[in-house]
């Protein structure tokens, strides 16, 4: 990693500009969302934890939660310089790594998570210009803010572009 | 560190390590029953870790691991996860079933039903030992095999724990069969809930064996 990479962790949410990078090691179950703004060469990254913050005693921190992280990071990313109504998505993540994990619902995890982010990105008005999701692979994601490239990394795998 | 974590003392420590050794002799005594030879298992360490010092502890977010999971019920409700190197996973195989694989990335299922038997015999003797010593009720559930980055494998944990952060109980165990070591690093993740009875558990333990 270099100086200009910035590691997104678990729920948090960050922005950035040309020339950085934002990186989220190892997605499982967990969806990295990143939006750009060609134009201005900003843009930002989340990574999204659990679909949604209802019948949560506590709904912190926002990042946490499909249905709150992607609002505020649409916010930053704004404040930051980028033009709200040009905003484009690519999404990251969503595995179901464990097949022999437990299910007390009809869907894995990792696809009701893609599934909130997708809810939440059209209600946001935001298009999703570039994923891959589900299966049963972890990934690395790397943001690259200066042409709005996603270098995805998988084990014994050639990285992939989106 | 947490507030959790600071509440194992040194001595704390030597009633895990004492759990440690329990369990890694019950294990190597049902290691021993499956693979109709004689496998010698130690403790090389025990530790109370952040769950965000797990992957360094394994040797970086992008490692290669194979991991086996067990959800854990009971007095204590979590996640178990036994890491094992990727590279020396095929020797692993060798060891368990008498077949030595050459790619740890297409294992066959004789490979992977042994990884998995070995994760579920470790947990089993770890949790046993934690009754013994503890009292606490615990079983573990089927285990399901990932082979990826110990990263993604932490992520989805805490995913299903809902927990961005928290606590876990490390042991790390060696296998000695003749002149040959392998390593296995046992992982229990409790639920929030579950973290105070557990150190509550070793509180009161530590307090009735005095000077023991």
Do not use: W
């Not at chain 1, 972890?138 to 998988?154: A, H, S």
């Amino acid at each position: 990693m270099d100086d200009d990479s910035q590691v997104v962790g678990i729920a948090e949410i960050t922005v950035a500009q040309s020339p950085q990078r934002l990186m989220a090691y190892g997605l499982g179950s967990c969806v990295g969302v990143t939006l750009y703004d060609v134009k201005t060469k900003t843009g930002g990254m989340a990574h999204v934890m659990l679909p949604s913050s209802r019948l949560r005693p506590l709904a912190t921190p926002l990042g946490k939660y499909a249905d709150t992280a992607l609002g505020v990071l649409a916010a930053e990313v704004e404040k930051a310089g980028g033009r709200r109504e040009k905003l484009e998505a690519k999404i990251v993540g969503g595995a179901n790594m464990f097949e022999g994990l437990p299910q007390n619902v009809a869907a894995p995890i990792g696809l009701r998570n893609v599934a909130a982010v997708r809810q939440k990105l059209g209600e946001l008005g935001i298009p999703i210009v570039g994923e891959q999701v589900g299966g049963n692979r972890g990934r690395t994601m790397i943001f690259n803010l200066e042409d709005g490239r996603v270098e995805i990394r998988m084990l014994n795998q050639p990285a992939q572009y989106l | 560190m947490g507030q959790e974590a600071e509440l194992f003392n040194d001595f704390q420590l030597d009633a895990l390590k004492e759990i440690g050794n329990i369990g890694a002799g019950n294990a190597a005594t049902a290691l021993s029953q499956m693979v109709g030879r004689r496998v010698d298992m130690s403790v090389t360490q025990v530790q109370v870790l952040k769950t965000d010092r797990i992957a360094a502890f394994l040797g970086g977010m992008e490692q290669n691991v194979a991991a086996v999971h067990m959800p854990v019920y009971g007095e204590i409700c979590g996640v178990a996860l036994v890491f094992f190197p990727l590279e020396r996973v095929g020797e692993l195989c060798g060891m368990l079933v008498g077949k030595r694989e050459d790619d740890p990335f297409r294992l066959s299922e004789m490979g992977q039903s042994a990884i998995k038997e070995m994760g579920s015999i470790l947990t089993g003797a770890y949790l046993s030992a934690l009754f013994r010593l503890m009292n606490l009720q615990m079983i573990h559930g089927v285990p399901g095999l990932a082979i990826d980055m110990a990263q993604a494998v932490l992520d989805t944990v805490l995913v299903e724990l809902e927990q961005k952060e928290e606590v876990a109980i490390v042991i790390e165990t060696q296998f000695l069969e003749n002149d040959k070591k392998l390593t296995g690093s046992f992982f229990l993740l409790p639920e929030t809930g579950s973290l105070r009875k557990l150190f509550n558990a070793f509180s009161k333990t530590i307090g009735l064996s005095g000077n023991g």
